[in-house]
């Protein structure tokens, strides 16, 4: 399985930006899949994740109400909605996979990974 993010780009402050995340080569709707991001000179920190069925998902608390993390199985994508953006969420954001169908909020619980897309937010 391949997981390929794209989306990102560069946007002012306040505005709203969509992820998305496709998987080739295999399936996702067994698994528990995140959204990850590192700015840079930090390192790789969680930002939401969703459990395989789509019936719960888990958000860090500096992107909590501005962010929805969502799954389509059968298109093989995880999307991630971002509204009022600030210039602390610049940073390269990344797609990435569990082993097993719950969501985490820790990054060494994901194994596969996207080849991440930017995300840049300036005035």
């Known amino acids: 399985v391949q997981l390929q993010a794209s989306g990102g780009g560069l946007v002012q402050p306040g505005g709203s930006l969509r992820l998305s995340c496709v998987a080739s080569?295999?399936?996702?709707?067994?698994?528990?899949m995140g959204w990850l991001r590192q700015a840079p000179g930090k390192e790789r920190e969680f930002v939401a994740s969703?459990?395989?069925?789509?019936?719960?998902?888990y958000y860090a608390d500096s992107v909590k109400g501005r962010f929805t993390i969502s799954r389509d199985n059968d298109r093989s994508t995880v999307s991630l909605t971002m509204n009022n953006l600030q210039p602390v969420d610049t940073a390269v954001y990344y797609c990435?996979?569990?082993?097993?169908?719950?969501?985490?909020?820790?990054?060494?619980?994901?194994?596969?990974w996207g080849q991440g897309t930017q995300v840049t937010v300036s005035s």
């Open positions: 969703i459990r395989a069925d789509g019936g719960k998902s």
């Open positions: 080569g295999g399936t996702l709707s067994t698994r528990g």
């Open positions: 990435a996979q569990r082993a097993y169908s719950e969501g985490s909020y820790y990054v060494s619980d994901y194994y596969l």
